[in-house]
Protein backbone atom coordinates (compact mmCIF):
# COMPACT_ATOMS: atom_id res chain seq x y z
CA UNK A 1 0.00 0.00 0.00
CA UNK A 2 1.24 3.65 -0.38
CA UNK A 3 1.87 5.43 2.89
CA UNK A 4 0.54 8.95 3.15
CA UNK A 5 1.95 10.73 5.59
CA UNK A 6 1.37 14.62 6.69
CA UNK A 7 3.05 17.35 8.51
CA UNK A 8 2.31 19.14 10.91
CA UNK A 9 -0.39 16.69 12.88
CA UNK A 10 -1.55 19.87 14.33
CA UNK A 11 -0.94 24.01 14.00
CA UNK A 12 -2.34 26.98 15.36
CA UNK A 13 -3.00 30.21 13.44
CA UNK A 14 -4.97 32.88 13.44
CA UNK A 15 -8.05 34.94 11.05
CA UNK A 16 -5.98 36.08 8.50
CA UNK A 17 -2.70 34.17 8.58
CA UNK A 18 -1.06 32.11 5.77
CA UNK A 19 -0.94 28.14 6.56
CA UNK A 20 1.00 25.34 4.67
CA UNK A 21 0.34 21.69 5.25
CA UNK A 22 2.42 19.39 3.83
CA UNK A 23 1.20 15.64 2.53
CA UNK A 24 4.32 12.74 1.33
CA UNK A 25 3.29 9.82 -0.40
CA UNK A 26 5.61 6.63 0.01
CA UNK A 27 5.91 6.41 -3.33
CA UNK A 28 5.19 8.08 -6.80
CA UNK A 29 1.69 8.79 -7.55
CA UNK A 30 2.26 11.63 -10.47
CA UNK A 31 -0.85 14.21 -9.76
CA UNK A 32 -2.92 11.49 -8.06
CA UNK A 33 -3.43 13.39 -4.74
CA UNK A 34 -6.90 14.60 -3.18
CA UNK A 35 -7.21 16.98 -0.11
CA UNK A 36 -10.93 17.11 2.35
CA UNK A 37 -11.49 19.50 4.74
CA UNK A 38 -13.36 17.42 8.09
CA UNK A 39 -15.32 19.57 9.93
CA UNK A 40 -15.94 18.22 13.89
CA UNK A 41 -19.20 15.45 13.22
CA UNK A 42 -19.00 15.96 9.86
CA UNK A 43 -18.40 14.34 6.12
CA UNK A 44 -15.04 15.47 4.51
CA UNK A 45 -15.49 17.55 1.85
CA UNK A 46 -13.34 17.59 -1.36
CA UNK A 47 -11.10 20.56 -1.47
CA UNK A 48 -8.87 20.33 -4.57
CA UNK A 49 -8.20 17.17 -6.67
CA UNK A 50 -5.52 16.06 -8.82
CA UNK A 51 -3.00 18.11 -6.58
CA UNK A 52 -3.87 21.61 -7.70
CA UNK A 53 -7.53 21.71 -9.48
CA UNK A 54 -9.84 23.76 -7.15
CA UNK A 55 -13.38 21.84 -6.43
CA UNK A 56 -16.06 23.90 -7.57
CA UNK A 57 -17.51 25.92 -4.64
CA UNK A 58 -14.29 26.36 -3.12
CA UNK A 59 -13.07 29.26 -2.18
CA UNK A 60 -9.89 30.43 -4.03
CA UNK A 61 -8.24 30.98 -0.71
CA UNK A 62 -7.42 27.69 -0.72
CA UNK A 63 -4.51 26.23 -3.31
CA UNK A 64 -2.54 22.97 -3.77
CA UNK A 65 1.07 22.51 -5.33
CA UNK A 66 3.12 19.45 -5.81
CA UNK A 67 6.98 18.71 -6.18
CA UNK A 68 7.75 15.06 -7.18
CA UNK A 69 6.21 12.82 -3.66
CA UNK A 70 5.13 16.35 -1.87
CA UNK A 71 2.52 18.14 -1.88
CA UNK A 72 0.96 21.19 -0.47
CA UNK A 73 -2.34 22.88 0.83
CA UNK A 74 -2.24 26.63 1.05
CA UNK A 75 -4.79 28.63 2.96
CA UNK A 76 -4.48 32.35 2.65
CA UNK A 77 -6.19 34.76 4.89
CA UNK A 78 -7.70 31.70 7.36
CA UNK A 79 -11.43 32.35 8.07
CA UNK A 80 -13.33 31.28 10.88
CA UNK A 81 -14.51 28.31 9.22
CA UNK A 82 -11.37 27.09 7.89
CA UNK A 83 -10.50 25.71 11.40
CA UNK A 84 -10.57 21.88 11.08
CA UNK A 85 -8.87 18.73 10.01
CA UNK A 86 -7.75 18.28 6.64
CA UNK A 87 -7.06 15.05 4.81
CA UNK A 88 -4.86 14.34 2.01
CA UNK A 89 -5.63 10.75 -0.34
CA UNK A 90 -4.00 9.07 -2.91
CA UNK A 91 -6.20 8.02 -6.20
CA UNK A 92 -3.10 6.78 -7.86
CA UNK A 93 -3.80 3.10 -7.23
CA UNK A 94 -5.90 0.79 -4.90
CA UNK A 95 -6.14 0.78 -1.96
CA UNK A 96 -7.22 4.12 -1.65
CA UNK A 97 -5.26 5.74 1.08
CA UNK A 98 -5.62 8.78 3.36
CA UNK A 99 -2.88 11.21 5.33
CA UNK A 100 -3.41 10.49 8.80
CA UNK A 101 -4.82 14.60 8.97
CA UNK A 102 -3.62 17.89 10.27
CA UNK A 103 -5.75 19.52 12.60
CA UNK A 104 -5.85 23.41 11.54
CA UNK A 105 -7.06 25.08 15.41
CA UNK A 106 -7.49 28.85 16.45
CA UNK A 107 -4.95 30.39 18.27
CA UNK B 1 -28.22 18.15 -5.79
CA UNK B 2 -26.46 14.67 -4.89
CA UNK B 3 -27.19 13.22 -1.83
CA UNK B 4 -26.37 10.35 0.04
CA UNK B 5 -27.94 8.78 3.10
CA UNK B 6 -26.22 5.74 5.25
CA UNK B 7 -28.96 3.42 7.39
CA UNK B 8 -28.63 0.60 9.34
CA UNK B 9 -28.11 -0.66 13.02
CA UNK B 10 -25.42 1.66 15.53
CA UNK B 11 -24.92 -1.53 17.32
CA UNK B 12 -23.62 -4.77 16.24
CA UNK B 13 -22.39 -7.70 18.38
CA UNK B 14 -19.05 -8.92 17.23
CA UNK B 15 -18.16 -12.05 15.46
CA UNK B 16 -22.16 -10.75 13.84
CA UNK B 17 -22.25 -9.17 10.26
CA UNK B 18 -22.52 -5.20 9.89
CA UNK B 19 -24.92 -4.29 7.24
CA UNK B 20 -25.63 -0.72 6.26
CA UNK B 21 -27.44 0.96 2.70
CA UNK B 22 -26.17 3.93 1.31
CA UNK B 23 -29.47 5.76 -0.77
CA UNK B 24 -28.71 8.42 -3.17
CA UNK B 25 -30.91 10.97 -4.13
CA UNK B 26 -30.96 13.95 -6.74
CA UNK B 27 -29.07 11.85 -9.29
CA UNK B 28 -29.03 8.18 -10.76
CA UNK B 29 -26.55 5.84 -9.36
CA UNK B 30 -26.22 4.99 -13.07
CA UNK B 31 -22.36 5.74 -14.77
CA UNK B 32 -20.45 6.16 -11.48
CA UNK B 33 -18.36 4.38 -8.87
CA UNK B 34 -19.44 4.28 -5.39
CA UNK B 35 -16.78 3.75 -1.65
CA UNK B 36 -17.76 2.82 1.74
CA UNK B 37 -14.60 4.64 3.74
CA UNK B 38 -14.72 4.26 7.61
CA UNK B 39 -13.41 6.47 10.46
CA UNK B 40 -12.64 4.69 13.87
CA UNK B 41 -13.73 7.55 16.60
CA UNK B 42 -10.83 10.08 17.19
CA UNK B 43 -8.91 8.39 13.92
CA UNK B 44 -8.16 8.69 10.42
CA UNK B 45 -9.89 7.65 7.03
CA UNK B 46 -9.64 3.72 5.77
CA UNK B 47 -10.87 2.90 2.03
CA UNK B 48 -13.05 -0.10 2.00
CA UNK B 49 -14.12 -0.65 -1.24
CA UNK B 50 -16.03 0.65 -4.28
CA UNK B 51 -18.75 -1.21 -7.13
CA UNK B 52 -19.11 0.22 -10.62
CA UNK B 53 -22.87 0.72 -11.45
CA UNK B 54 -21.93 -2.72 -13.56
CA UNK B 55 -21.23 -4.43 -10.66
CA UNK B 56 -17.30 -4.62 -10.53
CA UNK B 57 -15.80 -4.48 -7.29
CA UNK B 58 -12.71 -3.78 -5.72
CA UNK B 59 -11.78 -4.19 -2.03
CA UNK B 60 -8.82 -2.60 0.74
CA UNK B 61 -7.13 -6.29 0.91
CA UNK B 62 -7.18 -5.82 4.82
CA UNK B 63 -10.68 -6.18 4.77
CA UNK B 64 -11.54 -7.91 1.27
CA UNK B 65 -11.80 -11.44 3.02
CA UNK B 66 -15.04 -9.57 4.90
CA UNK B 67 -16.74 -7.07 2.55
CA UNK B 68 -19.17 -7.50 0.16
CA UNK B 69 -20.48 -4.39 -1.85
CA UNK B 70 -23.57 -4.96 -3.49
CA UNK B 71 -25.85 -2.20 -5.77
CA UNK B 72 -29.49 -1.97 -5.94
CA UNK B 73 -30.25 0.55 -9.27
CA UNK B 74 -34.09 -0.04 -9.16
CA UNK B 75 -33.83 1.28 -5.73
CA UNK B 76 -30.47 3.94 -6.13
CA UNK B 77 -29.16 2.10 -3.72
CA UNK B 78 -25.38 0.60 -2.35
CA UNK B 79 -24.76 -1.77 0.44
CA UNK B 80 -21.91 -2.65 2.84
CA UNK B 81 -21.74 -5.80 4.60
CA UNK B 82 -18.79 -6.44 6.27
CA UNK B 83 -18.58 -9.96 8.79
CA UNK B 84 -16.94 -11.43 11.64
CA UNK B 85 -16.82 -8.20 13.12
CA UNK B 86 -15.07 -7.46 15.81
CA UNK B 87 -14.49 -3.72 18.20
CA UNK B 88 -11.78 -3.04 15.85
CA UNK B 89 -14.88 -2.53 13.28
CA UNK B 90 -16.24 0.67 15.20
CA UNK B 91 -16.14 3.06 12.90
CA UNK B 92 -18.49 5.76 11.69
CA UNK B 93 -19.08 4.58 8.01
CA UNK B 94 -19.50 6.80 5.01
CA UNK B 95 -20.41 6.07 1.55
CA UNK B 96 -19.36 8.54 -1.36
CA UNK B 97 -19.08 8.79 -4.95
CA UNK B 98 -15.79 8.33 -6.77
CA UNK B 99 -15.80 11.00 -9.72
CA UNK B 100 -13.89 10.08 -12.37
CA UNK B 101 -12.85 12.93 -14.36
CA UNK B 102 -11.32 13.47 -17.95
CA UNK B 103 -8.86 16.23 -18.92
CA UNK B 104 -7.62 16.33 -22.86
CA UNK B 105 -4.61 18.02 -23.51
CA UNK B 106 -1.11 17.14 -24.94
CA UNK B 107 -1.68 13.39 -23.45
CA UNK B 108 -5.38 12.67 -21.98
CA UNK B 109 -5.70 11.41 -18.50
CA UNK B 110 -8.18 10.86 -16.12
CA UNK B 111 -7.93 11.02 -12.45
CA UNK B 112 -10.69 10.29 -9.28
CA UNK B 113 -11.76 11.68 -6.05
CA UNK B 114 -14.57 11.71 -3.68
CA UNK B 115 -16.84 14.45 -4.74
CA UNK B 116 -20.33 13.47 -2.43
CA UNK B 117 -20.08 12.21 1.38
CA UNK B 118 -23.23 10.69 2.96
CA UNK B 119 -23.11 11.96 6.17
CA UNK B 120 -21.95 8.53 7.97
CA UNK B 121 -23.50 6.17 10.53
CA UNK B 122 -21.32 5.26 13.87
CA UNK B 123 -21.81 1.42 14.27
CA UNK B 124 -20.42 -0.17 17.57
CA UNK B 125 -19.34 -3.17 18.03
CA UNK B 126 -20.09 -4.40 21.24
CA UNK B 127 -21.91 -7.31 23.16
Known amino acids: DIQMTQSPSSLSASVGDRVTITCRASQSINSYLNWYQQRPGQAPKLLIC???RLQSGVPSRFSGSESGTEFTLTITNLQPEDFATYFC?????????FGPGTKLEIK | QVQLQESGPGLVKPSETLSLTCTVSGGSISGYFWSWIRQPPGKGLEWIGY???????SYNPSLKSRVTISLDTSKNQLSLKLNSVTAADTAVYYC?????????????????????WGQGSLVTVSS
Open chain 1, 50 to 52: AAS
Open chain 1, 89 to 97: QQSFVTPYT
Open chain 2, 51 to 57: IYYSGST
Open chain 2, 96 to 116: ARLERRWEYGDQPWSFNFFDY
